[in-house]
C-alpha cells in the first residue's frame, strides 16, 4: 500500500480512528515536521485540538547520525539500553547530549507556539507520519504522560511490528494502519514524501485556532531546507 502523500495518510488514518471510543474532541498532536501534517487531518476527523510536540534523538558519541534515544522538550527521556551497552556511553555523555537536545526541542516547540492546550485531564494522541525506530515517539508519549494525559495514543500511518509492539509498552493505545516487518524507509510508503517547511507547519496550526506569534513566524524566513522531522 503507498498513499499519494501525508495528507491522504492522516485522512485515512483519521477515518480509521473514528470508531475507537474514547478519541472524539483528543488533544492531537503532531511530531514534527511531517508528523504534523498527518495530525492535521486526524484532528479534523476526531473533532479535536491540533498542536505540535518536539522530540530530537540522542546523538551516538562520535557518530552524529546513529540514535541511542530521544528527549522532549520537558526533558522526557527514552534510551536504547542495547546501544547505551555495545557503544559504551558513559552517564555523563548521556546527561550533557539530553539537555542539550531538550533546549533544542524547547525552542522548536516554542517557535511553533507551544503544543498547544493543556493536557491534564484529556485524552491525547501523538502523531508521526511513520515509526522507523520509535524513539522520538517514544519520548513524546513519556512527555505526554508526565503532562497528565489520561489516555496516551500513538498514531501512524506505518510502522515496523517490532516498534509498533515497542510503543504499546508505553502508549494506552497504538494506532497503525500498516505493519509491515519489511519497512526499511518511512518514505517508501508515500508517493510524495517531500521536505516540510516550519512555514507549511505554522500555517496548519494557524488553519486549526493556533496563531504562532509574528516575531516567530519571521524567524523562519530564509531558512535552510531541512528534512522532515529534523
Not at 10 to 23: D, K, P
Not at 79 to 100: K, N
Not at 116 to 133: E, H, K, M, W
Request: aromatic share 4%; proline share 5%.
Amino acid at each position: 500500500m503507498m498513499w499519494k502523500d501525508r495528507e491522504e495518510a492522516g485522512e485515512l488514518l483519521g477515518q480509521h480512528m473514528r470508531g475507537i471510543g474514547g478519541l472524539d474532541g483528543a488533544v492531537v498532536l503532531g511530531i514534527p515536521r511531517g508528523g504534523v501534517v498527518v495530525a492535521a487531518p486526524v484532528a479534523e476527523a476526531l473533532g479535536g485540538e491540533l498542536g505540535v510536540i518536539v522530540a530530537r534523538k540522542l546523538r551516538a558519541p562520535h557518530q552524529p547520525e546513529l540514535a541511542i534515544g530521544a528527549v522532549a522538550s520537558d526533558g522526557s527521556v527514552w534510551v536504547e539500553p542495547r546501544a547505551l551497552r555495545v557503544l559504551g556511553v558513559d552517564a555523563e555523555y548521556l546527561e550533557a547530549e539530553r539537555m542539550l537536545q531538550s533546549e533544542e526541542a524547547r525552542r522548536r516547540e516554542a517557535l511553533f507556539g507551544g503544543h498547544g492546550p493543556s493536557l491534564a485531564g484529556r485524552p491525547v494522541i501523538v502523531v508521526d507520519d511513520g515509526i522507523a525506530t520509535g524513539a522520538t515517539a517514544m519520548a513524546a508519549l513519556r512527555a505526554a504522560r508526565a503532562a497528565g494525559a489520561t489516555t496516551v495514543v500513538l498514531a501512524a500511518p506505518v510502522a515496523s511490528p517490532e516498534r509498533a509492539d515497542m510503543l504499546r509498552g508505553e502508549a494506552d493505545l497504538v494506532v497503525c494502519l500498516i505493519e509491515d516487518p519489511n519497512l526499511y524507509a518511512v518514505g517508501q510508503y508515500y508517493e510524495d514524501f517531500r521536505a516540510i517547511e516550519d512555514d507549511e507547519v505554522m500555517s496548519l496550526l494557524e488553519s486549526h485556532g493556533k496563531k504562532p506569534s509574528t516575531e516567530r513566524r519571521t524567524s523562519t524566513r530564509g531558512m535552510a531546507r531541512r528534512p522532515s522531522g529534523a
